[in-house]
């Protein structure tokens, strides 16, 4: 166990929908990550934020967002899914805003039909 | 933009013998540089890292090496044994003072390792 709590495991939805996927970061660590990694994209950054705060934005389309609550956790909305967005996303946390001591969660895998 | 190069994409060793994956980052910026092993189906797990001030680390069968001139990097696995195959990672970021966390990753390395 890596500390860092992703949930849902399995997610399956329809296209048009809209999901909405849960972290909890390791205890101690202020900055929360989304990756999401497709099957022929690799680990693709999405967003940082440090203690409640945006901190980086990678390529998260229009359709994406995500926040940080007082607690730390963090929660990433997906609307109007397309087939396109399925795979596996994954939530990571680190101590600082470096991205020393990073751990990954064990990730949500989303599946849009 | 930044942008990191990974190769081989697939890699075919047999039992014992050793594994090299280079990759090449584009930001100069760029100052640390973790490898991530990941096996089907689990999280990515950090396995080595480096830092820009360092030109190699090694932790058991494991080594990294680092040019920056080159700004290329490569990780080493010796006497590789079966449990070794999974995809690897590298990955590259700036965590310099007002920087971010920001990881970017290679595409990834499958590793099979044959009995």
């Known amino acids: 166990d890596s500390g860092v709590t992703q949930t849902p495991k399995h997610l399956i939805t329809a296209t048009g929908q809209r999901v909405t996927l849960r972290c909890s970061p390791r205890?101690?660590?202020?900055?929360v990550y989304w990756y999401q990694q497709s099957l022929d994209q690799g680990l693709q950054f999405l967003i940082q934020?440090?203690?409640?705060?945006?901190?980086a934005k990678g390529n998260i389309l229009e359709r994406f967002s995500a926040q940080q609550f007082p607690d730390l956790h963090s929660e990433l909305n997906l609307s109007s899914l397309e087939l396109g967005d399925s795979a596996l996303y994954f939530c990571?946390?680190?101590?600082?805003?470096?991205?020393?001591?990073?751990?990954f969660g064990s990730g949500t895998r989303l599946t849009v039909v | 933009g930044e942008n990191v190069e990974q190769h081989p994409s697939t890699l075919s060793v047999q039992e014992g013998d050793s594994a090299v994956i280079k990759c090449t980052y584009s930001?100069?910026?760029?100052?640390?540089f973790p490898w991530y092993k990941q096996e089907l189906g689990k999280r990515p797990q950090l396995i080595i890292d480096?830092?820009?001030?360092?030109g190699e680390k090694k932790d058991q069968r494991i080594a990294v090496t680092l040019n920056k001139t080159a700004k290329h990097f490569s990780l080493h696995i010796t006497e590789t044994q079966p449990e070794d195959s999974a995809v690897y990672f590298c990955?590259?970021?700036?965590?310099?003072?007002?920087?971010?966390?920001?990881?970017?990753f290679g595409q990834g390395t499958t590793l099979q390792v044959k009995p």
């Open positions: 480096i830092r820009s001030n360092v």
């Open positions: 934020y440090y203690n409640g705060e945006e901190r």
């Open positions: 990955a590259a970021s700036n965590t310099g003072s007002g920087n971010t966390g920001k990881l970017i």
């Open positions: 990571a946390s680190s101590p600082g805003q470096g991205a020393y001591g990073y751990t």
């Open positions: 930001d100069s910026a760029s100052n640390y």
């Open positions: 205890s101690g660590d202020l900055s």
